[in-house]
């Protein structure tokens, strides 16, 4: 209660200068008053700008995926096939043997561990880095019709 005592004391006064000055300044009131609705709405589009910035931001991870890299140097991600808005079939290297997992929101089975690999991941090592491989793939998905 102390606390709210301390803060609210001083946006009492300021609060009351304020009015006193708003009622002693009544001819500047129209030049003020605009100038007010000038910012609020430069402040409307500001907000209406960051918010549809995150809403891209958003769309373009969910559409591109993270360009962080993934995994160890052992564990790598060789295809992933998006099966419906939550779940997705991924194909893993692990040291040499490839597995399908199946991941749904809560749940990761392991579908199939094949004997034999079933993508050559040395083949699509030609450019070196995490980004330039997903912006070929990116690339190369874009040309397919």
Known sequence: MRTLLVFSGPLLFLSGSVLANAATTTGTASSSQSSLVG???????GMILVVGLIFLMGYLLRRVGPLAPQGGQ????????????????LLVDVGGKQLLIGVSPGRINTLHVFDEPVADVTAERGVTGDFAQKLQAMLKRENKP
């Open 39 to 45: 910012q609020l709405v430069q402040l409307g589009l």
């Open 74 to 89: 052992h564990i790598k991600l060789v295809s992933s096939l998006p099966m419906g808005p939550r779940d997705r079939l």
